[in-house]
């Protein structure tokens, strides 16, 4: 039986300390950057879970030495206006594997970029089941909304542990405000997380099960070789992903999703087990997936 990662998240780094930084999904920031609230979303009639950060310290990481600056929002901020930019971060916080970063229907007081690990981005179905929107990795603009917004339109989950710089809404507002350079990122990113969602969207509607895996795996491998986290060609890829999880953003059960991937496996595609897939043959995943890869 084809199995993927069930249990279990990367570790966080042990020089690390943390203290905890008590929330809720209604978020809003005192002066000593306390998030508070309660635990229930105004006019929602639901209840939400805690979001459960906590903020790194003493010091986080200087955004003049960000490792993923390049790949990130503000690399196009010159190096001598970074230290204006990092006077807006609210903190560096990290979650833990498996909690909610902040749920559709919340207040939505923080945007964040995801420093270290894996974010599962959905929607919530009237019925408690949730729509996969996309993976999120290192590098990554998330829950960021528009001025006129006062709710996250999704959910986001830590698929692993995660480290976030986060930006409070206004303080993201007066960024984009006063940076041209900056706001125009900010749409180049908000337009390929658009061309993911109609990729994904074309799938769900005209693709069959195993190309929507393929797809999914295929476009997995090709962000990770673009962000130097796998190398170009690499046979193997980390994944994270329970098999529900994968089938959240392919539309499929963990049944289904399950033996989808006994199929890939026996027909020598890949193989998806131990928080790693194997790829067996790459031009037969690409051209399962109909995957194209960007330059």
Not at 56 to 74: D, G, N
Request: glycine share 8%; net charge neutral; proline share 7%.
């Amino acid at each position: 039986m084809a199995r993927c990662h069930r249990t279990g998240a990367v570790g966080k780094p042990s020089q690390w300390r943390t203290k905890s930084v008590p929330s809720d999904t209604k978020l809003h920031y005192s002066e000593t950057n306390d998030i508070k609230g309660p635990p229930t979303v105004t006019g929602r009639e639901r209840q939400v879970q805690k979001s459960k950060l906590n903020e790194v310290v003493p010091v986080p990481t200087r955004c003049a030495e960000c490792p993923i600056r390049r790949q990130a929002l503000f690399q196009v901020v010159a190096a001598e206006y970074l230290s204006q930019a990092e006077a807006r971060r609210a903190g560096q916080y990290e979650l833990a594997a498996r909690h909610p970063l902040y749920q559709e229907g919340a207040p939505a007081a923080m945007a964040y970029t995801l420093y270290q690990g894996w974010l599962l981005l959905y929607r919530t179905h009237s019925d408690g089941g949730r729509q996969g929107l996309r993976i999120a990795l290192p590098g990554d603009f998330v829950g960021f909304v528009p001025e006129s917004d006062a709710f996250y339109s999704h959910s986001a989950m830590a698929i692993t542990d995660v480290v976030l710089c986060g930006f409070r809404q206004p303080d993201m507002q007066a960024i984009l405000a006063a940076d041209l350079d900056v706001a125009r990122q900010m749409t180049t990113i908000q337009a390929g997380y658009l061309e993911t969602c109609e990729a994904s969207i074309l799938g769900l509607g005209r693709k069959s099960a195993e190309q929507r895996i393929a797809f999914e795996i295929a476009e997995l491998k090709h962000r990770l070789e673009q962000l130097n986290i796998v190398a170009p060609g690499a046979t193997a890829i980390p994944f994270p992903l329970t098999q529900e999880m994968l089938g959240e953003p392919t539309g499929l059960t963990p049944v289904h999703t399950n033996r989808v991937l006994r199929k890939l496996r026996e027909d020598g595609i890949m193989i998806c087990e131990r928080q790693r897939v194997e790829i067996l043959d790459a031009p037969r995943l690409l051209e399962l997936g109909e995957f194209q890869p960007s330059p």
